[in-house]
Nanobody, 123 residues
Framework: QVQLVESGGGLVQAGGSLRLSCAAS????????MGWFRQAPGKEREFVAA????????YYSDPVKGRFTISRDNAKNTVYLQMNSLKPEDTAVYYC????????????????WGQGTQVTVSS
């Protein structure tokens, strides 16, 4: 089993920045790709960013491209999401996810999920 714990969420004004972290524990050697998804109230969960184990493959959704940066530190079993130029529409619960295989933007293809961290951007 793999456990994922997100941190770093909070309340920020539009234009501000936040850095989310997701620490993995357990059978971390089995993890390949990791990703971030988000779910706003009344909306479906959507893909935000994903990164391969080596970091050589990275994907972003169009709404966050150029503003968010995903990275990982395999020695610490941690993936990060640096969020800059935040907008009110970025308000959501952000979830970290991990899977055994390569990078994908499809949430159903991830094997493990964190509990989520709330990000609220005020206008």
């Amino acid at each position: 089993q793999v456990q994922l714990v997100e941190s770093g969420g909070g309340l920020v004004q539009a234009g501000g920045s936040l850095r989310l972290s997701c620490a993995a524990s357990g059978r971390t050697f089995s993890i390949n790709a990791m990703g971030w998804f988000r779910q706003a109230p009344g909306k479906e969960r959507e893909f935000v960013a994903a990164i391969s184990r080596s970091g050589s493959s990275i994907y972003y959704s169009d709404p966050v491209k150029g503003r968010f940066t995903i990275s990982r530190d395999n020695a610490k079993n941690t993936v990060y999401l640096q969020m800059n130029s935040l907008k009110p529409e970025d308000t959501a619960v952000y979830y970290c996810a991990a899977r055994f295989w390569g990078v994908t933007t499809t949430d159903s293809e991830y094997n493990y999920w964190g509990q989520g961290t709330q990000v609220t951007v005020s206008s």
